[in-house]
């Protein structure tokens, strides 16, 4: 008995789902026919999209830049008078020589202290110094000699010869006389110093 009562449920479930599908067929036939579909999607469609163009900017042309005329400068007047400079360099008068050097002050530039004598030059007479065998050959000349002497009034060294006789034996002569000398002592300001001293020496025949 239950089994005859499934099969007549599931049966009629059968049945009530098939017309269903049935009314929903009939009700789409009619919606296509009638044209109510096409309306129906009309209003669900979204609105048509527009698309617009902007128009491209306009360029304003700007005018050329107007060229530069060069402006003639006037021409200076050759007797026209100039202002003074804005800075002088004042000059001196002073006949007093500086010596001027960077990043120090001007140095007086003076001349040294003139040499004091002391005394006077003292030779012998060449005639006592005459070379014998000059005097025999007969010669005569005249010999310069430079003698130098210290503080004391000393020779400092050998006499030189500063120009020759012309024979050797009249200088030697001179030098001999020269030697056998006595000089004055020179003075700077008091203060002894070296001094150099030139002689002429005659060899005469008597």
């Given at each position: 008995?239950?089994?005859?009562?499934?099969?007549?449920?599931?049966?009629?479930?059968?049945?009530?789902?098939?017309?269903?599908?049935?009314?929903?067929?009939v009700?789409?036939?009619?919606?296509?026919?009638?044209?109510?579909?096409?309306?129906?999607?009309?209003?669900?469609?979204?609105?048509?999209?527009?698309?617009?163009?902007?128009?491209?900017?306009?360029?304003?042309?700007?005018?050329?830049?107007?060229?530069?005329?060069p402006?003639?400068?006037?021409?200076?007047?050759?007797?026209?008078?100039?202002?003074?400079?804005?800075?002088?360099?004042?000059?001196?008068?002073?006949?007093t020589?500086?010596?001027?050097?960077?990043?120090?002050?001007?140095?007086?530039?003076?001349?040294?202290?003139?040499i004091?004598?002391?005394?006077?030059?003292?030779l012998p007479?060449?005639?006592?110094?005459?070379?014998?065998?000059?005097r025999?050959?007969?010669?005569?000349?005249?010999?310069?000699?430079?003698?130098?002497?210290?503080?004391?009034?000393?020779?400092?060294?050998?006499?030189?010869?500063?120009?020759s006789?012309?024979s050797?034996?009249?200088?030697?002569?001179?030098?001999?006389?020269?030697?056998?000398?006595?000089?004055a002592?020179a003075?700077?300001?008091?203060?002894?110093?070296?001094?150099?001293?030139g002689f002429?020496?005659?060899?005469?025949?008597?």
């Amino acid at each position: 008995m239950s089994n005859h009562a499934h099969v007549l449920a599931a049966n009629t479930q059968r049945s009530v789902v098939l017309a269903a599908i049935g009314a929903l067929h009939v009700i789409l036939i009619y919606a296509f026919s009638s044209g109510l579909l096409v309306r129906a999607a009309a209003h669900l469609a979204p609105p048509d999209l527009v698309a617009s163009f902007l128009p491209p900017p306009t360029r304003t042309h700007e005018p050329p830049p107007r060229p530069v005329t060069p402006q003639r400068l006037p021409l200076l007047d050759p007797g026209a008078q100039f202002p003074p400079p804005l800075y002088e360099f004042p000059g001196t008068d002073d006949a007093t020589a500086l010596s001027v050097t960077p990043d120090r002050e001007p140095a007086i530039i003076t001349t040294p202290a003139p040499i004091v004598r002391i005394g006077r030059n003292v030779l012998p007479d060449s005639e006592d110094y005459y070379p014998p065998a000059a005097r025999r050959q007969g010669l005569e000349g005249t010999s310069e000699i430079q003698a130098c002497v210290d503080g004391a009034g000393r020779l400092a060294g050998a006499p030189t010869i500063a120009r020759s006789s012309g024979s050797a034996l009249l200088d030697g002569g001179a030098l001999a006389v020269v030697r056998a000398g006595q000089f004055a002592r020179a003075l700077r300001e008091g203060v002894p110093v070296a001094q150099c001293y030139g002689f002429r020496i005659v060899f005469h025949l008597r």
